[in-house]
């Protein structure tokens, strides 16, 4: 009974943390991590993994390793001022327009790709990871407990892996509010209010420290609001931090940290139109769009348009005249020296020729990356893929198995399981469907498919020891499941 009532409890204050945050339709659930007082960072840490793994299995992700990349990367510089720090941020794009983002223990941070569709410029989607990170950084949940918990807190962590996992079930949430008694609301708005204007501050720190414009944070929360306002949710507002009061602070705080600071970029031009192709009509937006091969007249925003235009051709599967607008682009590209966007054409356009089935072509492109950027996992990604499509198992695998031995990636993961089976290489390939799904936290299925790659185990005492440790390790994680 005290976990049921536990978890409903904290099902009110996640959503309370979220619906704070900005507006209509917005919800962030912000789940800091603990202090050391109730949670140590070797705790937090593995709670982390269990949550990532839990968000791998259950929500739904951009898979796509070059929106990931980037993310992660922009990530990685807001944190780069704090490189002592013993977290390990994981950056996570949801594949949902509404706009959300959440911070959950061990560095978990994942923004809904409503986000990228919602924000102009680099700067101010930064705002939102830094935010993010100023919850974590902040400890707010190890504060929230010490506000509002009586339970233990190796109750509580047993608990949190779910509540994140759960958060945007809606119903869910609903029956639990209704269900809960003797939670004092009012009280946790106040103090998550108050946990909102500092993560703002934080945030704030963080954008100047890494060298982005501080203002943006104000900027976007006025867009923010005025789209709020004009949908008449004055109610909603009356119980929300998002204030005028709230966005003057945030811009006054920022006005005082001076210095040429970057507003935007090409790469978070060129991912914005990535993102945003789902929602684009792209048979209409190729029919009125007019394109001018003659790369001498390019501009600035004309090289994002006609990189929309290109990906919005192969998604209609006219590949030819895409091939032909993604090589004019590479060319005008390297003319002046844009080495980022230059490689991310070049993998658009190794995906096109990929999908017309023209893999030689797109393994050219690829291996000269991949010589250039031999860890770049976004290049290695497509070039196994590539490899696949092309009978080259075993390529694939040389490629693949020395990197995820280091890094641990779900996708390239299966990418190996999947070249293995083609190769008949039957254990392996079982192995790493095993690894693939103990990643997204389907443990049950990962100890059948070990199991089956020690039945189909040809390879002498060596292959079985590492596989039964993998066994292993799937019994460590049921036992930190209890024990945190």
């Not at 009125?288 to 998604?315: E, N, R």
């Not at 196994?384 to 693949?400: C, M, Q, V, W």
Request: proline letters at 2%.
């Amino acid at each position: 009974m005290k976990v049921i009532k536990y978890v409903l409890k904290l099902l009110i204050i996640s959503m309370l943390y979220g619906s704070l945050a900005y507006g209509h339709n917005i919800n962030v659930p912000n789940i800091g991590d603990s202090s050391s007082k109730f949670m140590s960072i070797s705790q937090e840490n593995r709670l982390g993994d269990l949550i990532y793994s839990q968000i791998l299995g259950s929500f739904r992700l951009i898979s796509d390793p070059m929106v990931t990349s980037y993310i992660q990367t922009l990530g990685n510089r807001l944190l780069a001022s704090n490189y002592k720090s013993a977290i390990n941020y994981r950056f996570l794009v949801i594949n949902n327009p509404d706009i959300n983002a959440f911070a959950a223990p061990g560095g978990i941070i994942g923004i809904n790709s409503g986000i990228i569709q919602k924000t102009k410029t680099e700067a101010e989607l930064a705002g939102v990871l830094a935010h993010e990170i100023a919850h974590i950084k902040a400890r707010h949940l190890s504060r929230m407990y010490e506000k509002s918990s009586t339970i233990d807190i190796t109750t509580a962590l047993s608990v949190i892996a779910a509540v994140v996992a759960g958060m945007y079930d809606n119903d869910t949430i609903g029956k639990s509010l209704t269900s809960l008694q003797g939670f004092e609301v009012q009280k946790k708005i106040n103090y998550i209010r108050a946990h909102e204007y500092e993560a703002d501050r934080i945030a704030v720190n963080i954008l100047a420290n890494a060298n982005i414009n501080p203002k943006a944070m104000g900027s976007f929360f006025r867009t923010l609001l005025k789209e709020t306002n004009e949908n008449n949710q004055t109610e909603f507002l009356r119980t929300h931090p998002l204030t005028k009061n709230r966005i003057v602070e945030t811009e006054t705080l920022a006005s005082k940290y001076k210095g040429k600071f970057t507003d935007d970029s090409y790469s978070y031009q060129y991912i914005s139109v990535k993102v945003s192709l789902d929602q684009l009509n792209t048979r209409d937006f190729i029919k009125q769009y007019k394109y001018d091969g003659d790369i001498s007249k390019m501009t600035p925003s004309k090289v994002i348009d006609d990189y929309a235009y290109a990906l919005a051709l192969t998604k209609e599967k006219k590949y030819k005249k895409s091939s032909i607008v993604l090589n004019n682009l590479v060319k005008f590209l390297d003319s002046k020296e844009l080495i980022e966007i230059k490689n991310y054409t070049l993998i658009s356009l190794a995906e096109n020729y990929l999908k017309n089935d023209r893999a030689e072509q797109a393994i050219s492109i690829l291996e000269d990356l991949n010589n250039i950027y031999p860890t770049d996992n976004t290049t290695l990604y497509y070039l196994s893929e590539a490899y696949i499509k092309n009978k080259e198992y075993k390529k694939a695998l040389n490629k693949l198995l020395p990197y995820v031995i280091e890094h641990k990636d779900h996708r390239l993961i299966i990418k190996i399981s999947e070249a293995a089976y083609r190769l008949n290489e039957t254990s392996l390939g079982h192995e790493y469907k095993g690894d693939y799904l103990k990643m997204i936290g389907s443990l049950n299925s990962a100890a059948k498919f070990y199991r089956l790659a020690l039945k189909y185990n040809m390879k002498g005492r060596m292959i079985d020891q590492r596989i039964n440790s993998k066994l292993k390790s799937i019994d460590k994680i049921r036992e930190s499941k209890d024990i945190l």
